[in-house]
């Protein structure tokens, strides 16, 4: 009972939620009906709109809001580990991209047999590859919130992603032949949510792979998924720490 | 209930009794400002406790620490020294949790759940079945009348609806130790009593208690228990505070006051007077008659005699002048 009405209530506590996921829906229709892409790039539309920017909309102020509102007091007194307020969130969470991305594929399978257009080949690995971006991005941004009052949290992610993007590409082209290139690339690449690997397994690159180099992708995307999930984890673990160490009024009478 | 002041050290053991136990708490809360870090210490080395089936108010100007000590408690801060249990547990526990209830000053709720699906909310919170949640709601429902409003979305609350809804969350667990923060806000006077009917229930099924308000009247009509607090430490205990100040009785006069007052009284026993009218002091009601005889025998031409005991208010104003100027 708990952990439903804690997963629940993410998708209950704005009424902005459902509109977020309504609209999504909608721009993926607009985008097959409009542009005909070929997969890659639908692959990539998709992977911008529901594995960067869904979660920054469905988890902006997910524990902040509680926190500056004053209801995180109450739950705070309740009878349980504070942690799983923060691990049935963020499965609420999880959950509801689940359930998205499983529309969002009916919504473009209704559309390609009704027009004809296009190819659904790939799409599943597109959406394998939102579903465990969303959730590293889900998890930072829920591990902010405990920290940010408000919906700065997404603000604040939105924001971090852009200038580290843009850093990391021009310190990367200004290394191109220097020794240290593959550091920073590394620096870059493995403590942040994994763009670069998980548009690799959406694209189906491991798995082109496969076919050559007969299995040896699949260790590939295993380690990919399983990157992502440590990633996930390590980020949730820090914020069940911040949330379960956190004071939370600071209010004198 | 038994306060221990700084000096005394900690109490000795834990009773089976003792509801909440404070320790020599200190709290500083730390701002960081645009070059420099500042401190205010929001409780000193505080120590009490509260015994079940036990209604203990806590008064005290704004920044008192009153709200400080009851998140303290909660559980919801730490303290920088001393430590609090809240039924032989550590606050913030999960144990000591298991028998808290709180209600907070300005409760708040997600505006889309109704009164119904917020009470089923907690219920699941704390553990309840399905079936207990239906029992507990019902019973909230009845206990604080909130029928009329009970399916209506928590964003049209008035603020006496959700003060109604707040006490119902807090008491869903029968807790055993309640912790109100102006429990009485935006209530109607209906509400009121209602809301003072059912803390007078809680205390007698042996919950402990501990109301921090600014409507003194109403605290008043609770208890007899207060902790006056002010700049983060317990002055003293309200009650005995009031017997220290004793009782004045009023002397309503024809004529003559300050010669009467100069002539026959000491001059410690006069509080006020006027052409018409003395105020004085008496530590004990049996003295009134002896008081009004030897103003007759002088010549005083009485015409009313009225014994007055200070209220809590009256209580309250003397301990913050005596607390803002020791």
Redesign the interface.
């Known amino acids: 009972?708990?952990a439903?009405?804690?997963m629940k209530?993410t998708f209950?506590?704005?009424?902005h939620i459902w509109i977020v996921h309504l609209t999504w829906l909608v721009f993926y229709g607009l985008f097959w009906w409009l542009f005909l892409p070929d997969p890659e790039e639908y692959g990539g539309f998709l992977f911008l709109w529901g594995g960067f920017l869904l979660p920054l909309a469905l988890s902006a102020g997910i524990m902040g809001d509680?926190i500056a509102?004053?209801?995180m007091?109450?739950?705070?007194?309740?009878?349980?580990?504070l942690g799983e307020v923060y691990l049935y969130r963020l499965l609420g969470l999880s959950l509801q991209a689940a359930l998205h991305f499983i529309l969002a594929g009916c919504v473009i399978l209704v559309l390609h047999l009704v027009t004809r257009k296009g190819t659904m080949a790939g799409l599943g690995l597109w959406f394998l590859a939102c579903w465990l971006l969303f959730n590293t991005y889900a998890a930072l941004s829920t591990s902010l919130s405990v920290v940010i009052k408000g919906v700065h949290n997404s603000l604040l992610l939105f924001l971090g992603t852009l200038t580290l993007s843009a850093v990391a590409a021009m310190v990367i082209w200004n290394l191109q032949d220097h020794p240290m290139a593959e550091v920073v690339k590394g620096f870059f690449r493995y403590p942040f949510p994994p763009f670069e690997f998980l548009g690799h397994l959406g694209k189906g690159d491991y798995a082109k792979q496969t076919l050559a180099l007969g299995g040896a992708g699949i260790p590939k995307s295993v380690a990919c998924a399983a990157h992502s999930l440590i990633l996930t984890t390590i980020y949730a673990g820090i914020g069940v720490r911040l949330l379960t160490r956190r004071?939370?009024?600071?209010?004198?009478? | 209930m038994l306060l221990v002041q700084p000096d005394q050290g900690p109490p000795s053991h834990h009773d089976a009794q003792t509801a909440v136990e404070c320790t020599q708490l200190t709290k500083v809360y730390k701002k960081l400002l645009a070059r420099r870090t500042r401190t205010v210490c929001a409780l000193k080395q505080v120590s009490l406790s509260v015994c079940r089936g036990q209604i203990v108010g806590l008064i005290g100007p704004n920044g008192a620490g009153k709200s400080t000590l009851l998140n303290l408690v909660a559980g919801l801060i730490l303290p920088t020294e001393g430590q609090v249990t809240v039924c032989g547990h550590p606050a913030r526990s999960v144990k000591a949790r298991d028998g808290l209830g709180y209600m907070p000053e300005h409760p708040a709720f997600l505006g889309g759940y109704s009164a119904r699906a917020t009470l089923r909310y907690h219920g699941a919170l704390l553990g309840l079945s399905r079936g207990a949640i239906t029992r507990q709601v019902d019973r909230s429902i009845q206990q604080l009348q909130m029928q009329e409003f009970i399916d209506r979305p928590c964003s049209d609350f008035s603020q006496g609806m959700k003060q109604r809804l707040a006490l119902a969350t807090a008491i869903m667990n029968d807790p055993q130790v309640l912790l109100l923060d102006e429990p009485s806000n935006g209530l109607d006077p209906v509400g009121i009593i209602q809301l003072r009917d059912l803390l007078k229930q809680l205390r007698d099924s042996g919950t402990a208690i501990v109301i921090s308000s600014h409507r003194l009247g109403e605290l008043e009509k609770l208890t007899c228990d207060y902790l006056f607090m002010h700049r983060g430490q317990i002055i003293t205990l309200a009650d005995q505070a009031a017997a220290g100040a004793g009782e004045h009785v009023r002397v309503g006069l024809v004529s003559d006051g300050p010669r009467l007052a100069e002539t026959l009284l000491p001059a410690s026993q006069v509080l006020d007077v006027s052409e018409t009218e003395l105020v004085l002091a008496v530590n004990d009601p049996a003295d009134v008659p002896d008081i009004v005889t030897q103003l007759a025998k002088g010549g005083a031409r009485i015409t009313s005699v009225v014994l007055q005991r200070e209220n809590i208010e009256e209580t309250f104003l003397r301990l913050c002048n005596e607390g803002c100027n020791p």
């Open positions: 009972m708990r439903w009405e804690l209530e209950l506590r704005r009424r509680d509102s004053g209801r007091c109450v739950l705070v007194t309740k009878p349980f580990w004071q939370f009024s600071t209010h004198r009478d």
